[in-house]
């Protein structure tokens, strides 16, 4: 029996990976004719060890991400998918992306890109699609790959 996927959630954070994961959750969504929910999470834990914190800079990156995700939906939107729709949410994205979206949203699929961390980073506070993956309440499919299949060139080590 072949599962038809009714509302996927696909998490972008701006890294190649989540963008690869959006177009891949385009194509999905169309296939299954189902709801794509773009959600990008801010995460405001990274903002508290900053001392001079103020309202401007969660501000700013709410409107930057305004932006993308409206460039995401007209993307889907060219690309042939019409109920398609995003959120921006605030906290820890592990949680969000593995329990709390999945149960308000009556989510069925969630897709995200692999990690761009390295192996010491990932030890010291783990990969959110690694936490995802073995924390959602429904399936996950982690991409590696773009539309072709084709898995995607590494980063040299001057970009990490």
């Known amino acids: 029996m072949l599962k038809q996927y009714s509302k996927i959630l696909v998490a972008v954070d701006g890294s190649r990976e989540s963008e690869l994961a959006f177009k891949k959750a385009v194509e999905v969504a169309k296939r299954n004719e189902a ?36 460039d995401y939906i007209t993307y889907a939107n060219e690309h042939g998918l019409e109920n398609v729709s995003y ?17 308000e949203r009556k989510i069925d699929l969630i897709m ?14 783990g990969s959110v699609s690694s936490y995802v993956s073995r924390h959602a309440l429904c399936d996950v499919l ?4 773009d539309l072709d299949n084709r898995t995607l060139p590494q980063k040299k080590k001057e970009e990490e």
């Open 142 to 145: 982690i991409v590696r790959t």
């Open 87 to 103: 959120s921006i949410e605030y906290g820890s994205p592990k949680p969000l992306l593995s329990k709390q979206l999945p149960e």
């Open 35 to 70: 709801e794509l929910l773009i959600s990008h999470i801010i995460d405001v834990r990274a903002f508290q060890s900053i001392s001079s914190f103020d309202e401007t800079l969660a501000d700013e990156a709410t409107a930057i991400a305004k932006e993308t995700l409206n």
């Open 112 to 125: 995200m890109g692999a990690t761009g961390l390295n192996a010491v980073e990932r030890i010291l506070i």
